[in-house]
């Protein structure tokens, strides 16, 4: 008798045990690389996009995040992605440049200054983004823009012949652009690397927000803050789409509402802590002011030379695009 209740006790445990290993493998969970800080904006929106995947589920995909070039750095989550070495990451769309111009539509200065035009732009341009993530093996999930772009710069700058020969910050092909045609001289460095570069003086200048510039506490390197509202690059969330094949249909769901949310939250919060951003610059010392009609005329003409390369480069699919943004 105890003999069969032993056997009947090691045949119960054995099905738990199976029933355990079962759930464990029917849980998913997915690495998330963030380039920013885990106290940034993008990130913390992130964060909660994951929570609610994790919740939502119930467990069966957990989604966590690795903020701050943890995992894997700024310059290499789109291919880590693309890779399946991370079924799902950020990146800022613009820096993608060299992958296909059409990344780069939300960098051209002075085509979408604010946020009501840069979300037209994004609707305008989203089919031709899905269709050319899809062909890299990706789906797009949401994004989430910076506030509008503003030059930084150690020294006063009056026109852009001021930035003759100082050493730009770029992060994009755009930027890098941007940098030649005023006569500065680029440096391709990532978010990590901001600080660093300010303080060993591989850069004294860049256009970023006002993020980016709280973020790194840039008035500890540079004076100057001009809001010349030049773009609003986006970041967007993308996932692997052999990874996202492996989901049911159920699971799709909890991860498209959630990006619908996450995304609806960081368009949002992005226009609410714009005009923030730009207290904490001033309020931490640094001169916070428009440009001059010179230094803005000059972006202008800056802006639309590099709109009309652009064109060039993006072909018949790109002059499409414009032509349905403005047409809006």
């Known amino acids: 008798m105890k003999s069969y209740a032993k056997s009947l006790a090691g045949i119960v445990s054995a099905v738990a045990l199976g029933l355990s290993a079962g759930t464990a493998l029917a849980a998913e969970k997915w690495d998330m690389p963030l380039a920013y800080p885990a106290s940034n904006y993008h990130s913390e929106n992130a964060a909660k996009f994951a929570e609610e995947v994790t919740k939502a589920s119930n467990g069966e995909l957990e989604i966590v995040t690795h903020p701050g070039g943890s ?25 993608l440049g060299n992958e296909n111009a059409l990344f780069e539509i939300d960098a051209l200065p002075f085509l979408a200054t604010s946020f009501d035009d840069s979300w037209k732009l994004y609707q305008a341009s989203k089919p031709e983004l899905e269709k050319v993530l899809d062909e890299a093996g990706l789906k797009l999930l949401y994004t989430v823009p910076w506030p509008p772009q503003g030059l930084y710069n ?34 391709k460095i990532e978010a990590a690397e901001l600080t660093q570069a300010f303080a060993t003086g591989v850069a004294d200048s860049m256009i970023s927000s006002g993020s980016t510039g709280y973020d790194s506490k ?51 919060k992005a226009q609410e802590l714009s005009d923030w951003y730009k207290d ?30 652009w064109l060039e480069k993006a072909g018949a699919d790109g002059k499409s695009v414009i032509d349905a943004y403005k047409a809006q």
């Open 71 to 95: 995992l894997f750095g700024g310059g290499e989550i789109y291919r880590a992605v693309r890779t399946g070495q991370a079924p799902i990451g950020e990146r800022l769309i613009s820096a």
């Open 154 to 187: 150690k020294k006063e700058v009056a026109s852009a012949a001021d930035m003759q020969g100082v050493k730009f910050r770029a992060y994009n092909a755009a930027t890098s652009r941007l940098a030649e045609l005023m006569g500065a001289v680029p440096t």
């Open 218 to 268: 840039i008035w500890e390197h540079v004076k100057y803050w001009y809001d010349v509202q030049a773009w609003l690059p986006k970041n967007m969330v993308v996932v692997n789409k052999d990874a996202w094949a492996g989901l049911d249909e159920n699971l799709q769901k909890v991860v498209l509402d959630a990006a619908a949310t996450a995304e609806k939250n960081g368009w949002a």
């Open 280 to 309: 904490q610059l001033a309020a931490n010392g640094m001169v916070v002011e428009g440009p001059s009609d010179a230094l803005k005329a000059d972006f202008q003409k800056i802006g639309d030379t590099m709109t009309a390369e």
